[in-house]
């Protein structure tokens, strides 16, 4: 089965800018969520689609937004960026199976943002 | 808040030294504990979940554990490749799919 996708894998902008980033999740999972990697805060929750319906969402500014399309694909798009902004993105996947337990979340290989 | 700490920040281990890598949670509503590796420049690998106090988990080398305050991941006679950081993370009542994440312990593993 293929994991977890996410393109483009790299992406050098500059201030001011936007982008948008694209995560495919594992085939039959419906939720996909976002987070944001940096050395110095480490992984941090931005948001979780499921249905095409943002879920839940983390402690970002409203320049992070995101969306969901009916084959689950996701995107997420970040607008007037800030040097702050340079991150690893990663996309997780789940099956978001009803429940009182998390479902587990798996990873993709991440988008390498780099704001100039 | 949810907060996850996890302990040492960095272990270097000769191969074959069995050790222990710790993860302290405060979660309200505990709905998983969750253990990923991660290599340079790559995204999270799942290892384990934990749900319940008590509960164990096992992969090869590796081993899970879980109880109502911490989570420990047991390393016995690791290998260079073990090398990478280690990742823990919770997820409460405050969302059913957001993940609190540790700042991860670095291992190293020298021949």
């Known amino acids: 089965k293929a994991g977890v996708t996410q393109t483009p894998r790299y992406l050098i902008k500059t201030r001011g800018q936007q982008v948008t980033l694209s995560c495919s999740p594992i085939?039959?999972?419906?939720?996909v969520s976002w987070y944001q990697q940096t050395p110095g805060q480490g992984l941090q929750f931005l948001f979780e689609?499921?249905?095409?319906?943002?879920?839940n969402k983390g402690n970002f500014p409203g320049r992070f937004s995101g969306r969901q399309f009916s084959n689950s694909r996701s995107e997420m798009n970040v607008s007037t960026l800030e040097l702050g902004d340079s991150a690893l993105y990663l996309c997780?996947?789940?099956?978001?199976?009803?429940?009182?337990?998390?479902?587990?979340?798996?990873f993709g290989p991440g988008t390498r943002l780099t704001v100039l | 808040e949810d907060q996850v700490t996890q302990s040492p920040e960095a272990l270097r281990l000769q191969e074959g030294e069995s050790s222990s890598l710790n993860c302290s949670y405060t979660?309200?509503?505990?709905?998983?504990l969750f253990w990923y590796r991660q290599d340079p420049g790559k995204g999270p690998e799942f290892l384990f979940t934990?749900?319940?106090a008590g509960e164990e988990k096992e992969k090869e080398r590796l081993k899970a554990t879980l109880t109502k305050k911490e989570s420990f991941l047991h390393i016995t006679a690791p290998k260079p490749e073990d090398s990478a950081t280690y990742l823990c993370?919770?997820?409460?009542?405050?969302?059913?799919?957001?993940?609190?994440f540790g700042k991860g312990t670095m291992l190293l593993v020298s021949p």
């Open positions: 997780a996947s789940s099956l978001r199976l009803a429940g009182d337990f998390a479902d587990t979340q798996y």
């Open positions: 085939s039959g999972h419906r939720s």
């Open positions: 689609y499921f249905s095409e319906t943002q879920r």
């Open positions: 979660v309200s509503g505990l709905r998983g």
């Open positions: 934990l749900y319940s």
């Open positions: 993370a919770a997820s409460g009542d405050s969302g059913y799919s957001t993940l609190t």
